[in-house]
Nanobody, 126 residues
Framework: QVQLVESGGGLVQAGGSLRLSCAASGRTFSTYAMGWFRQAPGKEREFVAAINWSGGSGGRTYYADSVKGRFTISRDNAKNTMYLQMNSLKAEDTAVYYC????????????????WGQGTQVTVSS
């Protein structure tokens, strides 16, 4: 069982930055692939970024085209925490951001994730 808690959301102007954190419970955090998803009002939840578990492909990262070059996903297994550094934010990045944990590699579909946080709101004003 893994419990996830997101933090770091807020209101920021376009062009600004935010860093989201996802704190995980449990001693097996390093064995899970982790991901960020987001859901804007009236839209379906969409993939943002993912990072493999630390073994195997050694924490390889994956990004949606819409955030590539602006967002960076990372993890600190010693702290049981995953991060999403978001730079050059745009109004279209406004959404509730969720972190998730799952088994496997390169997980881009929300159906592949077992555990979810409650979400944190990110609002980008233009």
């Amino acid at each position: 069982q893994v419990q996830l808690v997101e933090s770091g959301g807020g209101l920021v102007q376009a062009g600004g930055s935010l860093r989201l954190s996802c704190a995980a419970s449990g001693r097996t955090f390093s064995t899970y692939a982790m991901g960020w998803f987001r859901q804007a009002p009236g839209k379906e939840r969409e993939f943002v970024a993912a990072i493999n578990w630390s073994g195997g492909s050694g924490g390889r990262t994956y990004y949606a085209d819409s955030v590539k070059g602006r967002f960076t996903i990372s993890r600190d297994n010693a702290k049981n925490t995953m991060y999403l550094q978001m730079n050059s934010l745009k109004a279209e990045d406004t959404a509730v951001y969720y972190c998730a944990a799952g088994r496997g590699y390169g997980l881009r579909s929300d159906r592949e994730y077992e555990y979810w946080g409650q979400g944190t709101q990110v609002t980008v004003s233009s």
